[in-house]
């Protein structure tokens, strides 16, 4: 039980840690679409949000679950994939309104990065219960 309640918080903090690493990529995407390159708010979440969700999903994989098999499209890849997506829909629906309310970048980034906050720990719950706690 103390083994896999310590097992379990190391885990928490790797995905604390890519969590940040995918924040990092996707708010600098995001930045980066919304400031230099003038791109309009939905346009620049979206791949902001597509782009950080390959390192996110890589580094979950090896380094906080530690599975080092062939991946499963069907099996993992689709499902954080469809998880991602309903993060999207929030942080759309969510940089929507911040970009019919204010016209201020860091708002809408703000947006963003709550609307991924508030999946946040029920993701990790799928991630460690359904998609990579399955034995190799």
């Given at each position: 039980?103390?083994?896999?309640?310590?097992?379990?918080?190391v885990k928490l903090l790797r995905?604390?840690?890519?969590?940040?690493?995918?924040?990092?990529?996707?708010?600098?995407?995001?930045?980066?679409?919304?400031?230099?390159?003038?791109?309009?708010?939905?346009?620049?979440?979206?791949?902001?949000?597509?782009?950080?969700?390959?390192?996110?999903?890589?580094?979950?994989?090896?380094?906080?679950?530690?599975?080092?098999?062939?991946h499963s499209v069907r099996e993992?890849?689709?499902?954080?994939?469809i998880y991602s997506l309903v993060?999207?829909?929030?942080?759309?629906?969510?940089?929507?309104?911040?970009?019919?309310?204010?016209?201020?970048?860091?708002?809408?980034?703000?947006?963003?990065?709550?609307?991924?906050?508030?999946?946040?720990?029920?993701?990790?719950?799928?991630?460690?219960?359904?998609?990579?706690?399955?034995?190799?």
């Open positions: 039980m103390y083994r896999n309640l310590l097992n379990l918080r995905y604390s840690g890519v969590s940040v690493v995918a924040v990092m990529v996707t708010q600098g995407v995001l930045w980066l679409g919304l400031v230099v390159l003038r791109w309009p708010a939905l346009m620049a979440n979206f791949i902001a949000v597509t782009i950080g969700a390959v390192p996110a999903y890589l580094m979950n994989r090896s380094w906080v679950w530690g599975r080092t098999n062939s993992e890849i689709l499902p954080f994939w993060g999207l829909a929030v942080s759309t629906a969510c940089v929507a309104l911040a970009d019919a309310w204010f016209t201020s970048t860091g708002l809408l980034m703000l947006a963003n990065l709550l609307a991924f906050g508030t999946l946040w720990l029920g993701k990790f719950f799928v991630l460690e219960t359904i998609l990579f706690n399955q034995r190799d």
